[in-house]
T-cell receptor, first 116, second 113 residues
Framework: DAGVIQSPRHEVTEMGQEVTLRCKPI?????LFWYRQTMMRGLELLIY????????DSGMPEDRFSAKMPNASFSTLKIQPSEPRDSAVYFC???FGRGQGKGEQFFGPGTRLTVL | DAKTTQPTSMDCAEGRAANLPCNHS???????VYWYRQIHSQGPQYIIH???NNETNEMASLIITEDRKSSTLILPHATLRDTAVYYC??????????????FGKGTRLHILP
């Protein structure tokens, strides 16, 4: 398995533009997570899905952020409009429940977003 | 999820055992101890987890005290590639789905040549 796949790996955009980050989880996993990492705030959870349904979006900063999971093999995180303070590395992770695994999350390589 | 306390940073000589402590004095009976690490510019990587017994795998050993209020992650023969930030996490793990991880600041481990 190729692991969790994220695209793009790097994104540079200007303030006000729409940004879409993409994630393909590991096949068979039923939970998907979006995290954001900055020097100031560390790693923080934005939203997570179980069986394609959002379970907890309390970490989503504001209405400018939205996430979807239209099927088990694809998720998007959209920022519209983007702001310089959104600059961060965004990680996607996927997992089984403990009944099928060790309760470990598998992280993708991340998307480094820079908003100018 | 319970909070954890870890040292900010540690050094260890290459080839020696690295012992990373973690305090989790408010852990509940159904919460597991998980360890992840993050090598520079990569996503976090699972290392090991346990409930109350000591655990060992190909990467590390996990020692949990009898009262479960603290634990130690042991990397038996540290290499330069073990230089990373190590996160100790306490969490409930469901049977049918996974739940969010709340990451703290972790311990920055430097392996010295």
């Amino acid at each position: 398995d190729a692991g969790v796949i994220q695209s793009p790996r790097h994104e540079v955009t200007e303030m006000g533009q729409e940004v879409t980050l993409r994630c393909k989880p590991i096949s068979g996993h039923n939970s998907l997570f979006w995290y954001r990492q900055t020097m100031m705030r560390g790693l923080e959870l934005l939203i997570y899905f179980n069986n394609n349904v959002p379970i907890d979006d309390s970490g989503m900063p504001e209405d400018r952020f939205s996430a979807k999971m239209p099927n088990a093999s694809f998720s998007t995180l959209k920022i519209q409009p983007s702001e310089p303070r959104d600059s961060a590395v965004y990680f996607c992770a996927s997992a089984f429940g403990r009944g099928q695994g060790k309760g470990e999350q598998f992280f993708g390589p991340g998307t480094r977003l820079t908003v100018l | 999820d319970a909070k954890t306390t870890q040292p900010t940073s540690m050094d260890c000589a290459e080839g020696r055992a690295a012992n990373l402590p973690c305090n989790h004095s408010t852990i509940s009976g159904n919460e597991y101890v998980y360890w992840y690490r993050q090598i520079h510019s990569q996503g976090p990587q699972y290392i090991i987890h346990g409930l109350k017994n000591n655990e060992t795998n190909e990467m590390a050993s996990l020692i949990i005290t009898e009262d479960r209020k603290s634990s130690t992650l042991i990397l038996p023969h540290a290499t330069l590639r073990d230089t990373a930030v190590y996160y100790c996490i306490v969490r409930v793990v469901r049977w049918n789905r996974d739940d969010k991880i709340i990451f703290g600041k972790g311990t920055r481990l430097h392996i010295l040549p």
